[in-house]
């Protein structure tokens, strides 16, 4: 079965950069079609989208957060990693990776269970 | 970019009862539009992709209706696992951003 699994730093200091590692099992990102993507939520507010990766390397970022963020895979290792620069307090959110129904683009149909990063000095 | 407004913010209602919740696209996503459960400290679960089309193990009381700016997400008898927070999201355009949420809670 698909599962994935987010891990990373809680706690970073703002002008820091965030690296998020997702390790995923029961899927290839060497397979056509397939795609990891990434998505925050910050305490008590709104799923936002962040960043997608595919099968082909092809990369989408939010237009907001695009400066600031960096998707890659690793594809021997079933791992995506997100680095964010320049990080804020207003950053502080879960950080979740999920696996992307083939063929949609941008659903999501597992999660990972997102890990809290907190942004402060 | 298209934005998707949902209504109500909270729909409060009683186990058994219907519920009825709202996503508005700020223009037309074709039937490209997906609805996900929230529930406390749990991740996102996908409900219904392309706007009717039930995912994988949910149960039927969960359906999606519309097409083009409308779309509605009816769970036809509120089980009590079923409070939750609703997101639509869209994928007919970059960037696939998500609805801010309509909380279903019992009344």
């Known amino acids: 079965q698909i599962t994935l699994k987010e891990s990373g730093p809680t706690l970073v200091k703002p002008t820091q950069t965030l690296t998020l590692t997702c390790t995923f099992s029961g899927f290839s990102l060497s397979t056509s079609g397939v795609g990891v993507g990434w998505i925050r939520q910050p305490p008590g507010k709104a799923l936002e989208w962040l960043a997608l990766?595919?099968?082909?390397?092809?990369?989408r970022y939010s237009p907001s957060l695009k400066s600031r963020l960096t998707i890659t895979k690793d594809t021997s290792k079933n791992q995506v990693v997100l680095t964010m620069t320049n990080m804020d307090p207003v950053d502080t959110a879960t950080y979740y990776c999920?696996?992307?129904?083939?063929?949609?683009?941008?659903?999501?149909?597992?999660w990972g269970q997102g890990t809290l990063v907190t942004v402060s000095s | 970019e298209i934005v998707l407004t949902q209504s109500p913010a909270t729909l409060s209602l009683s186990p058994g009862e219907r519920a009825t919740l709202s996503c508005r696209a700020s223009q037309s996503v074709s039937s490209y539009l997906a609805w996900y459960q929230q529930k406390p400290g749990q991740a996102p679960r996908l409900l219904i992709y392309d706007a009717s089309n039930r995912a994988t193990g949910i149960p039927a009381r969960f359906s999606g209706s519309g097409s083009g700016t409308d779309f509605t997400l009816t769970i036809s008898s509120l089980e009590p696992e079923d409070f939750a927070v609703y997101y639509c999201q869209q994928r007919s355009n970059w960037p696939p951003h998500f609805g801010p949420g309509t909380k279903v809670d019992i009344k």
């Open positions: 990766i595919y099968w082909n390397d092809d990369k």
């Open positions: 999920a696996h992307i129904v083939r063929g949609s683009r941008c659903y999501f149909d597992y």
